[in-house]
Structures are given as C-alpha cells and as structure tokens.
C-alpha cells in the first residue's frame, strides 16, 4: 500500500511541474512583448505638416473646413469647427522634403472656453522602411507646451501597437499653416 501512495506521490508532483512548464510556455509564447513604462520598443519622432484650403490655394492644401465654414466657430474659440486633412509626414521640419507617411483623419474644437481640439486619424506608412498604419487618438489641449495623444492600434508593421504621441507645436503661420512635432513612443509591439 505504501508503495503506491508513494507512487501516486511522485506521479501527481510529475504531473505538476509538467502543467507549470507547459503553462509558463504558452503564457511565454502569447505575451511577446513586456510593456515597459521607461523604454519604448520602438520610438519615431515626425513633423505633421497641415495647409488649410483657403480657397486659392487648391493644389498646396492638404486639409479642409467641413464643418462651420466661416472657420470662426462658436464663440472665441472655434467651438464646433471641423477640419478633414490628408497632411504628409516627414522625418525633418521641412515641408518639401519627402514624407514618409501621410496623417489621414479629422480634428475638431470641442471647447467653449480655451482652445482645444479632438484627434482621430490614422499615420499610413508606405516606404522601404515601414509599411501599415498606427491610428491615434485623443485630446490636443493647445495651450500646453507639449500634449500627449493615445496611439491606440496599428497595422502591419505596427499590427496591435499601443504607445503615446506626444504633440509639440513647432511653427504656427496665422490660420493657414501649422506644424507639430510628433514625438512617438511605442510600449507594445509585435
């Protein structure tokens, strides 16, 4: 009888440490990636360059008013403006230089008492060093020297990445033309 619990000892511990090394496995082999809050798998730092439609300009515009027009809004802060743009990416401040990705969504003011505006729109790389998208997300809360937007899903070589982008404005001439510096840090990678 000793025998046996003996045996059915030993095969239950077996068993055991053969369920932790087959669960510690899979786990290893679904999480590829550990989510560090100090460094970036990956990091891009890109200048949105955006040209509003100002009615003469058709051929060098690469965003437009959708909604309010007049471009004033409601009230001192642009509330309820819409903006669609299809602005190019590069990977210096100037303008001209080839983009390497194009900044394809919408932004609208959503504030009545200070400017902000809210982002949706989806960076689309297609170049001999990325190809996919990273969409991002959120709040640029203007009156901040630096703004932190959620990037919040990606495609082929972003597929399911998740990180921050940080907004820096960089130049601002008048209503016609901005551009931010985009500082983007990416946590999750596959």
Known sequence: MKTGTATQNCSCILFFYFFLFISSYVLGVQSKTVISSKQPCKRLVLYYHDTMFTGNNVDNATAAIIANPNGTGLGPFK????????????????????????????????????????????????????????????????????????????????????????????????????????????????
């Open 79 to 190: 509330f309820g403006k819409t903006v669609v743009f299809d602005d190019p990416m590069t990977a210096d401040k100037q303008f001209l230089s080839p983009p390497v990705a194009r900044a394809q969504g919408l932004y609208f003011y959503d504030m009545k008492t200070t400017y902000n505006a809210w982002y949706a729109y989806s960076l689309v790389f297609n170049s001999t060093k990325y190809k996919g998208t990273l969409n991002i997300m959120g709040a640029d809360m203007m009156d901040e020297a630096t703004r932190d937007l959620s990037v919040v899903g990606g495609t082929g070589d972003f597929f399911m990445t998740r990180g921050i982008a940080t907004f820096r404005t960089d130049d601002v001439e008048g209503a016609d033309y901005f551009r931010v510096e985009m500082d983007i840090k990416l946590y999750e990678c596959y």
